[in-house]
């Protein structure tokens, strides 16, 4: 079976970290976390945001106050 040379090395130094902190999941997060912000980089989620609508939904009361109602209901 071909192997790639990449993802071995990869491979070899994820466990090479887990193994330095004792394949503790907890200790690994707390790691990660103080690490990330150790960085100073400024991280962002790009998880979706509760309560917006998509826009073909029509329900503009989501999106604030000054927002249109663009639904075409029938009456």
């Not at 330095?20 to 998880?47: H, P, Q, T």
Request: charged share 40%.
């Amino acid at each position: 079976m071909w192997q790639d040379e990449i993802v071995e090395e990869i491979h070899q130094i994820r466990e090479a970290y887990a193994k330095s902190l004792n394949y503790d999941l907890d200790a690994i997060f707390e790691d990660l976390r103080k690490k990330e912000a150790e960085s100073g980089k400024e991280v962002v989620s790009l998880s979706r945001k509760h309560g917006l609508t998509t826009r073909w939904s029509g329900r503009a009361r989501d999106f604030g106050e000054d927002a249109k109602d663009t639904s075409r209901r029938s009456t």
